[in-house]
């Protein structure tokens, strides 16, 4: 029994003389590899709701389908418009954008110069744009000149199959030029665009005094004349009698050469006046 005890004693002096090492702390290791610039990783959001209109006018009830997109740092990158109009690019860096806006059948819309700063948690809001249909039944089939001494009397006659639409008068664009082949690229839009007028026999008509075909100090013709149109008054609502102007929802300003861009602008054939 004394020889158990005294085996027992020297294990826990044995247990007790043990004592565990604390290491010393070795020299700090290679830095790791740089992150990435937070900024890019920023979940900033450019949004903005569009609506989609048809060629008469009257906008329509489903706007989805629109195709919506801007340069990230030399690659294209899309978006598609939800049923609202609505459309949203996520995580992108802080930058100035140019946005396009497509749809088959449809003029192609564009803005520019939204600037973003990521960082809040509001999104980047791009004004609301209009996107008009191109004209088919509402575009100029034809026109036609009877000239007299003093006068230019032209005709405009839409597609056959559009007699019972009335075309608002402000859709319509007269380009008056000395370049055989009038366009906005070349003829501004003449102020004689918001005289045409129906004639009653499904056409229009305008009466143009000669010695305003060129304006002031304009050269002699031979002029040339086009009539085209596209939607600049649309309707606001549901209602035949509520039009409103498009404003830059009809056209936009290229930032590169200062011209008016008309999307769905579409010209007819073209008459020379001597």
Same mark, same amino acid.
């Not at 100035?96 to 564009?110: A, D, R, V």
């Given at each position: 029994?004394?020889?158990?005890?005294?085996?027992?004693?020297?294990?826990?002096?044995?247990?007790?003389?043990?004592?565990?090492?604390?290491?010393?702390?070795?020299?700090?290791?290679?830095?790791?590899?740089?992150? +990435?610039?937070?900024?890019?990783?920023?979940?900033?959001?450019?949004?903005?709701?569009?609506?989609?209109?048809?060629?008469?006018?009257?906008?329509?009830?489903?706007?989805?389908?629109?195709?919506?997109?801007?340069?990230?740092?030399?690659?294209?990158?899309?978006?598609?418009?939800?049923?609202?109009?609505?459309?949203?690019?996520?995580?992108?860096?802080?930058?100035?954008?140019?946005?396009?806006? *497509?749809?088959?059948?449809?003029?192609?819309?564009?803005?520019?110069?939204?600037?973003?700063?990521?960082?809040?948690?509001?999104?980047?809001?791009?004004?609301?744009?209009?996107?008009?249909?191109?004209?088919?039944?509402?575009?100029?089939?034809?026109?036609?000149?009877?000239?007299?001494?003093?006068?230019?009397?032209?005709?405009?006659?839409?597609?056959?199959?559009?007699?019972?639409?009335?075309?608002?008068?402000?859709?319509?664009?007269? +380009?008056?030029?000395?370049?055989?082949?009038?366009?906005?690229?070349?003829?501004?839009?003449?102020?004689?665009?918001?005289?045409?007028?129906?004639?009653?026999?499904?056409?229009?008509?305008?009466?143009?005094?000669?010695?305003?075909?060129?304006?002031?100090?304009?050269?002699?013709?031979?002029?040339?004349?086009?009539?085209?149109?596209?939607?600049?008054?649309?309707?606001?609502?549901?209602? *035949?009698?509520?039009?409103?102007?498009?404003?830059?929802?009809?056209?936009?300003?290229?930032?590169?050469?200062?011209?008016?861009?008309?999307?769905?602008?579409?010209?007819?054939?073209?008459?020379?006046?001597?």
């Amino acid at each position: 029994m004394s020889k158990t005890i005294a085996c027992f004693i020297s294990i826990l002096l044995f247990c007790y003389s043990c004592k565990k090492e604390t290491g010393v702390p070795g020299p700090a290791g290679p830095a790791g590899n740089t992150g +990435l610039d937070g900024s890019l990783l920023d979940t900033g959001t450019i949004s903005g709701n569009l609506a989609v209109y048809d060629e008469f006018s009257w906008p329509l009830a489903d706007s989805s389908g629109v195709a919506v997109s801007l340069d990230l740092n030399g690659t294209p990158v899309s978006t598609t418009s939800d049923h609202s109009g609505n459309y949203y690019f996520h995580g992108l860096p802080s930058g100035t954008y140019n946005l396009t806006y *497509q749809k088959p059948n449809f003029g192609t819309m564009k803005v520019f110069g939204i600037s973003h700063s990521p960082g809040s948690n509001l999104h980047t809001i791009v004004p609301e744009v209009y996107l008009l249909q191109n004209p088919v039944k509402t575009a100029v089939d034809s026109i036609r000149m009877t000239d007299s001494y003093y006068y230019v009397f032209l005709t405009i006659y839409l597609d056959t199959s559009s007699l019972s639409y009335v075309q608002f008068q402000h859709n319509f664009m007269l +380009l008056i030029g000395t370049d055989p082949n009038p366009s906005t690229a070349n003829t501004a839009g003449s102020i004689l665009s918001n005289y045409i007028t129906p004639d009653g026999s499904g056409a229009y008509s305008l009466v143009i005094d000669k010695s305003y075909l060129g304006g002031i100090n304009q050269s002699s013709g031979p002029y040339y004349i086009s009539v085209g149109t596209y939607n600049r008054y649309i309707r606001a609502f549901k209602n *035949q009698y509520s039009l409103f102007d498009t404003g830059m929802g009809g056209y936009y300003v290229d930032p590169s050469d200062g011209k008016f861009v008309f999307p769905n602008l579409k010209l007819s054939n073209v008459i020379t006046v001597p």
